[in-house]
């Protein structure tokens, strides 16, 4: 039987956390990005945009309970992996920008509604 720890360093798999709990699973190349992953998240999560959102690195430091490290589009996601294995991070795929007008988002974007929703839920 594998160990928790096991699952955690699959070669060139990228674990991505959503705000319902889902954990979502992408393999990439030394060419995949940020960005590649984010347009993958938008389709298996039905979002028609995804400006307000973005992958993040999560981590604890004594100081303060947690940090968040906003990931570039263009970022390859080789660096990313490297950095949540060794380091005790995880990637989250949050909306880390509040639209101006919630109210707006829920017309354009009922899906991305729901996910700032269930993230403001559980904070």
Do not use: W
């Not at 928790?4 to 995949?32: C, H, M, W, Y």
């Not at 984010?38 to 004594?62: G, K, N």
Request: charged share 25%.
């Amino acid at each position: 039987m594998l160990k928790k720890e096991a699952l955690l360093l699959i070669p060139n798999v990228l674990k991505v956390f959503l705000e319902n709990g889902q954990i979502k699973s992408f393999t990439f190349d030394g060419r995949t990005t940020v960005k590649d992953v984010m347009v993958t998240l938008q389709d298996r999560l039905s979002l028609r945009h995804i400006e307000h959102f973005a992958l993040v690195l999560e981590y604890s430091s004594p100081e303060q309970s947690h940090r968040f490290l906003l990931l570039q589009d263009k970022q390859p996601l080789a660096h990313v992996v490297q950095r949540t294995h060794y380091h005790g991070m995880r990637c989250l795929f949050r909306v880390s920008f509040f639209p101006k007008d919630p109210v707006e988002l829920l017309r354009r974007d009922p899906a991305a509604f729901e996910y700032l929703y269930i993230q403001l839920l559980g904070t």
